[in-house]
Structure formats: structure tokens, C-alpha cells
């Protein structure tokens, strides 16, 4: 489906430059949900660019379904870190923006725009502009826009980060609802660890600076997973043994910034 | 709440002009310098009889739609161009504010002599004054466009034309209209004082020469006149705006 190969990012000069992405290789199966986790600065965001064609890599190769990515691919949708509503689209003309750029006749594209409203939970709020909802309801307008344009990787990145806890929890509830319904296949870029372990088959953890993966760790919890999942005891398995991952590498970060 | 507050505001206009009507009747205010308002009001029929003051009301109307029309073609492309080009935004930005800040109407002997005493005179004068406001407005207008939002779009696959239309430019509306409603302002108050200035065409001229006739309740009615213009032109963008609003 996705597959990353020995991609590397290098910002400034040769000679003074910082190497954000360092030789990273990983693919991800149809279906799957897989996530990217590190600690600020590792160059999450970075590789989320490169993957979703915004930012060209300086080596390295990413590929969907087979094909290069060189720019923004139509099979690839992406949910910004920050919340992304076009603030003059009522909901459903928000969600209903792709099809509206597909050419698809309004009726047409409403009655679909509707169904993905219904699947992130924002029935009855169709009319209402950006600005009348909560932070986390305008995030599931991002998401049901961008699930709207059907695409075969859904790429996130920290789309929780600026929302409060219970909000988190219950959206990852509305995400793994969601991936259940579409088997979509999903990337997401995230800081939090349970987060990683709620919703992930298998997560990536990336060292701080040059951030190259350290270690891929399979989440065998059941399906469906709800929020309730945070409590058994195999979940705090799971997230204790990443924070012995993720704590050495945050430690670096800390020590090096300074903090 | 919402209701009251307009109704509030004309009751202290109206309880004004009574006051100030009180005023001239006690000889407070001097009558020679400030008319009753009673006879200020009489004046008015008189002004549409034999002052043909809905003609140069058009006239001042047209002159000014004239002016504000090509500040909003020629600023908004400017204000796209300075935009575009971060160099010559660095380099022009400065000089637009300062233009916006100079009082041009005083360089009206300039343009007299390159336009003549004509319309073009008071529409050029309009115009300059007018196309600082659009620039200035739709360059803010652009940068403020949250870089997410332009992500948003390419990550959808838009080209530049697609992302202008459907990005860019329904984020900057807001503050693009603001700028021509300034821009109309600023060239209303342009036009009425270019036309007083150069004793030429529409309600400025009118008050030029109601006031060299020293007929003091003909003028104080023309100058009452345009204050009603211009609230209504004010009141007019009000609603163009928000019907935009909702259409983008």
C-alpha cells in the first residue's frame, strides 16, 4: 500500500545542515493502522510532509499503491496537526469540498458529504459554520473531508494534539470506529503514547535527532477497541514498554535543547 | 438589545437637533453661523425645486462609483501583485502607507493642471485617494490566510488559479471588502470636497455656491444631504457584505 524507502531529509548547507529524516524505510499493509511516534523533534512532521507529497525528500522514495509520490496523490488524504475548516464552508460544503473539486453535481456531492457527517458523529450540525463548533468537532470536519475524497492511505497528523484529554479519547473512539467501517488504511503521526497504543496495529518509534526508526512494536490488543481499552492490563504493558523507548529518546531531546 | 441600540443612537440625534433649535431660540447659539434646523428642513424642498439637487446627486453618486470601481480593479491587482512578490512588497508597502496618510486633496492645483477642470479632475483625485485602502487591505487580507488552509488546498491537488479562487481569495474577502468600503469613503469624501474645491458638478459644487450666495439654511441642508449619502452608501456595502459573506 505505502512504502517507504531509506528516505532522508537534510535542511540548509552540506556542510551546516540538520538532517531531519535519516534513512527510513517502512511499508504498510492495506488495512493497516500504523503509528509514527517520537519525541518533539525527531522529524514526525517532516516524513509526514514527504509522505504526503507537500515537501520532496532530499533521497530516498515514497510510493502508494506502487506508484512514486512527487506531489499531493489523489489516493492520499491528510488531516492537519492544525484545525483546518475552510471558516467561510458550512459544514457540509467543508466535507463536500472534494467532490465539489471532482465535479460531482451538488445534490450528488451533499448526499454524500451527509453520510461522512453521519460517520464522524455531526449529524444535525450540517448548516452550522466552523466558528458555532467546538475544537473537536471542527477536527471531524477535517477528517469526514477528508475521508470524503476516499483515500486509500489516510494520512494524520497529531490531528488530536490541540484538544483537550476527554476529547482525545473520545475522537480515537470515532477514529477506530471509523477504520473498523472503511478498513481505511492509516498513518498517523502522533506524540502521545496511548494514543499510538489505543488505535495502532503497529507503531513506529523514532529516535530524537536525525530521526531514524528505532523500533517497530506490534499492538496485539483485541479488536474493536474503544476507550475503555486504556484500563486492561495489557494496554499498560504496551505503553510502558514504548515509554522505555520514547523516555531515552525524549531525555536526548531535553539534554540537547537545552531543557 | 440589538434593536434599541440603533433607535437610541437617532433619539440622541433628534434630542440634539431640538437642543441646538432651543439654543438659536435663546440665542445661545448664533443664528448668522448656525440656522434653526426648522429652517434648515424648509430649505430642502427648495433645493430639489431649483437646485436640481437630485441631478448633482447623481452626478457625485457617478463620480464616485467611477473612482471606486477602478481603485477596486487596479488595488485588489495590486495588492494580489505585492502579495506575490515579497520584494516588491518590501520595497512599495511603505510608500502605499504613507500614500494613504497624505492628504492628496490639497494637490488638487496639480491635477487641475494636468486634467483640466473636469469630471477627470475630481474622479483622478477619488481614485488616488481611494486605492491606498484597497492595496493595503488586500495585501493584509492575503497573508493572513493561515498557511494550513493553503496546504489544505494543495494536499487536495489545486493549482495556483484553483487555489487563488477557492483558498485564497474567500479567506481575504473579509478584509478585501473592507477595503473598498473604505476605498468608496474615502472617494465620497473626496469627490464632495473636489467638487467644493474646483466649484465643479455634483453636491460639492452645490454647497460652494449655496454658500457664496450665503444662503446658510440651503447650505446646512445640502451638507445634511450628503451626510444622509453617504450613511446610506455606508448602510448599502453593509448588506453588499454580508450578502457576499454568505455566497463565497
Given at each position: 500500500m505505502l512504502s517507504v524507502a531509506n528516505v532522508t531529509m537534510r535542511f540548509g548547507?552540506?556542510?551546516?545542515?540538520?538532517?531531519?529524516?535519516?534513512d527510513v524505510s517502512f511499508d504498510i499493509r492495506p488495512g493497516e493502522f500504523v503509528s509514527i511516534i517520537g519525541p518533539s523533534g525527531c522529524g514526525k512532521s517532516t516524513l509526514f510532509n514527504i509522505v504526503a507529497g507537500l515537501q520532496p525528500a532530499t533521497s530516498g522514495q515514497v510510493s502508494v499503491e506502487g506508484a512514486a509520490v512527487r506531489?499531493?496523490?489523489?489516493a492520499v488524504g491528510t488531516v492537519f496537526?492544525?484545525?483546518?475548516?475552510?471558516?467561510?464552508?458550512?459544514v457540509i460544503d467543508n466535507v463536500a469540498f472534494p467532490l465539489e473539486l471532482a465535479g460531482m453535481p451538488r445534490g450528488e456531492r451533499h448526499d454524500q458529504a451527509r453520510h461522512f457527517i453521519e460517520l464522524v458523529g455531526l449529524r444535525g450540525f450540517e448548516r452550522r459554520l466552523p466558528s458555532e463548533l467546538s475544537g473537536g468537532m471542527r477536527q471531524r470536519v477535517c477528517i469526514a473531508r477528508t475521508l470524503a475524497a476516499k483515500p486509500r492511505l489516510l494520512l494524520m497528523d497529531e490531528p488530536f494534539a490541540a484538544l483537550d484529554e476527554q476529547t482525545r479519547l473520545l475522537l480515537g473512539d470515532k477514529v477506530l470506529q471509523i477504520q473498523q467501517t472503511l478498513r481505511q488504511t492509516t498513518l498517523l503521526i502522533t506524540h502521545s503514547i496511548t494514543e499510538a497504543v489505543q488505535l495502532s496495529d503497529r507503531v513506529l518509534v523514532m529516535t530524537y535527532?536525525?530521526?531514524?526508526?528505532k523500533r517497530f512494536v506490534t499492538i496485539d490488543l483485541p479488536?474493536?477497541?474503544?476507550?475503555?481499552?486504556?484500563?486492561s492490563p495489557e494496554f499498560g504493558a504496551a505503553v510502558a514498554s514504548l515509554w522505555a523507548d520514547l523516555r531515552e529518546e525524549a531525555s536526548r531531546g531535553m539534554a540537547e535543547a537545552g531543557g | 438589545m440589538r434593536r434599541i441600540a440603533p433607535l437610541f443612537g437617532l433619539l440622541a440625534i433628534c434630542l440634539l437637533i431640538v437642543l441646538l433649535q432651543f439654543a438659536i431660540g435663546a440665542g445661545i447659539v448664533d443664528e448668522y453661523t448656525v440656522p434653526r434646523p426648522t429652517a434648515i428642513a424648509a430649505a430642502l424642498p427648495r433645493l430639489l425645486a431649483e437646485e436640481g439637487i437630485l441631478t448633482r446627486f447623481l452626478t457625485t453618486v457617478a463620480e464616485t462609483f467611477a473612482a471606486g470601481a477602478a481603485a477596486t480593479l487596479v488595488g485588489t491587482g495590486l495588492g494580489a501583485a505585492l502579495y506575490r512578490w515579497p520584494l516588491m512588497r518590501r520595497s512599495f508597502e511603505p510608500w502605499v502607507a504613507v500614500l494613504a496618510a497624505a492628504p492628496l486633496v490639497l494637490a488638487y492645483p496639480l491635477f487641475l493642471v494636468l486634467?483640466?477642470?473636469?469630471?477627470s479632475t475630481v474622479v483622478v483625485i477619488a481614485f488616488a485617494s481611494a486605492l491606498p485602502p484597497v492595496v493595503l487591505q488586500t495585501v493584509a487580507g492575503f497573508s493572513a490566510v493561515r498557511p494550513v488552509l493553503l496546504a489544505v488546498g494543495r494536499s487536495f491537488g489545486l493549482g495556483r488559479a484553483a487555489e487563488f479562487r477557492r483558498v485564497l481569495l474567500p479567506a481575504a474577502l473579509p478584509s478585501v471588502f473592507t477595503g473598498l468600503r473604505l476605498a468608496l469613503m474615502f472617494g465620497l469624501i473626496n469627490v464632495v470636497g473636489v467638487e467644493f474645491l474646483i466649484n465643479l458638478g455634483g453636491l460639492g459644487a452645490l454647497i460652494n455656491d449655496l454658500s457664496e450666495r450665503y444662503d446658510l439654511p440651503g447650505t446646512w441642508a445640502a451638507i445634511g444631504f450628503v451626510v444622509l449619502v453617504s450613511v446610506s452608501l455606508f448602510t448599502v456595502l453593509d448588506g453588499g457584505e454580508r450578502w457576499l459573506q454568505r455566497r463565497r
Open positions: 548547507t552540506p556542510a551546516d545542515g540538520v538532517t531531519a529524516v535519516d506531489g499531493p496523490h489523489p496537526q492544525e484545525e483546518s475548516c475552510f471558516p467561510w464552508r458550512s535527532r536525525p530521526g531514524r526508526l479488536r474493536p477497541r474503544t476507550a475503555e481499552v486504556v484500563t | 486634467f483640466g477642470r473636469s469630471s
